[in-house]
């Protein structure tokens, strides 16, 4: 876990940190005037964290930590990590319900015009 206080981080920047290999997940505490960017890696990927702070260029940063996750940190991509295969499941879901109705219109089609 990669913990770096900033100021005035956009979301165009964090898109670029979640697309660093290695990076599972990014997320943003407001603190007053700064704000602290968490970003969750892979195991034995702290070598990355140069590429990680160069997806920052130009933000303002202070203080850089790395640090083990903790259970909360651990407990929260574990949910997070969940909802979005629930979220890709009702994707495919619907997109195969939407084939299904298409196959079904074609075989219709076909006995029709038989």
């Known amino acids: 876990m ?3 206080e900033a100021y ?3 979301e ?3 898109e670029r940190v979640r697309r660093v290999p290695g990076v599972r ?3 943003v505490e407001e603190r007053d005037a700064r704000q602290t960017v968490l970003v969750q890696t892979d195991r034995g990927t702290s070598g990355r964290d140069g590429a990680v702070l160069a997806a920052l260029d130009g933000v303002r940063t202070g203080r850089i930590v ?3 996750p903790s259970l909360e940190d651990a407990y929260i991509a574990i949910v997070e990590e969940a909802v979005g295969a629930r979220e890709g499941a009702v994707i495919r ?3 195969m ?3 299904d109705a298409v196959t079904r219109e074609d075989a219709v089609s076909q ?3 038989a």
């Open 93 to 95: 879901e619907d997109a």
């Open 111 to 113: 006995e029709a015009s």
């Open 12 to 14: 165009e920047r964090l």
């Open 66 to 68: 790395r640090r083990e």
């Open 97 to 99: 319900t939407r084939e």
């Open 2 to 4: 990669l913990e770096i």
């Open 8 to 10: 005035g981080v956009d």
């Open 25 to 27: 997940g990014v997320s």
